[in-house]
T-cell receptor, first 114, second 114 residues
Framework: AQSVTQLGSHVSVSEGALVLLRCNYSSSVPPYLFWYVQYPNQGLQLLLKYTSAATLVKGINGFEAEFKKSETSFHLTKPSAHMSDAAEYFCAVSGGTGANNLFFGTGTRLTVIP | EPEVTQTPSHQVTQMGQEVILRCVPISNHLYFYWYRQILGQKVEFLVSFYNNEISEKSEIFDDQFSVERPDGSNFTLKIRSTKLEDSAMYFC????????????FGPGTRLTVT
């Protein structure tokens, strides 16, 4: 069965500091992994995705994530936080071979302190 | 840039009433999805739709739910007899193909059942 766990429902960082949002997955098949961002009163926007190509994936807005099979992790990072990064971030794993639904984590709310 | 649209943005209904949530997926996409997010909880998969039929559904998607693509552009979610626990944000999504392909999400419809 597919699932993701996001450690830390709230993360606060200072502007300019490193952003690290954690995601661990469980999958019975080689996973496809995604990070989505949700700004207030908006839908989910894809930040980046891992689909079995390069393990280090670069996304929009300076975010990147590294797929580590040995650790079953797909943590999201950004070297320098910006005020506009304040949002809710969701990690998701696809349903597996032949399945196209996404399993989401509980989300991490990122606060950026000026 | 193409986007998924949803109407209405907010729907208030009384318990036991039928509601229809509407979505216009991106025009060349082939897979369509509904997800819901109860306040403070994770985003949950409801159903996926491909080639004019349901391809997958979750345990949440019971007999009171139905989906339809009534014409070439709309994709609807019907809840026949709403319950208080159906109050949630409902997201529509679409993707070009399945599995590892990015799902584009709409802004959501907030359903409030009183």
């Amino acid at each position: 069965a597919q699932s993701v766990t996001q450690l830390g429902s709230h993360v606060s960082v200072s502007e300019g500091a490193l952003v690290l949002l954690r995601c661990n997955y469980s999958s019975s098949v080689p996973p496809y992994l995604f990070w989505y961002v949700q700004y207030p009163n908006q839908g989910l926007q894809l930040l980046l995705k891992y689909t079995s190509a390069a393990t280090l994936v670069k996304g929009i807005n300076g975010f990147e994530a590294e797929f580590k099979k040995s650790e079953t992790s797909f943590h999201l990072t950004k070297p320098s936080a910006h005020m506009s990064d304040a949002a809710e971030y969701f990690c998701a794993v696809s349903g597996g071979t032949g399945a196209n639904n996404l399993f989401f984590g509980t989300g991490t709310r990122l606060t950026v302190i000026p | 840039e193409p986007e998924v649209t949803q109407t209405p943005s907010h729907q208030v209904t009384q318990m036991g009433q039928e509601v229809i949530l509407r979505c216009v997926p991106i025009s060349n996409h082939l897979y369509f999805y509904w997800y819901r997010q109860i306040l403070g909880q994770k985003v949950e998969f409801l159903v996926s739709f491909y080639n004019n039929e349901i391809s997958e559904k979750s345990e949440i998607f019971d007999d009171q739910f139905s989906v339809e693509r009534p014409d070439g552009s709309n994709f609807t979610l019907k809840i026949r007899s709403t319950k208080l626990e159906d109050s949630a944000m409902y997201f529509c999504a679409s993707s070009l193909q399945g599995t590892q392909y990015e799902q584009y999400f709409g802004p959501g419809t907030r359903l409030t059942v009183t």
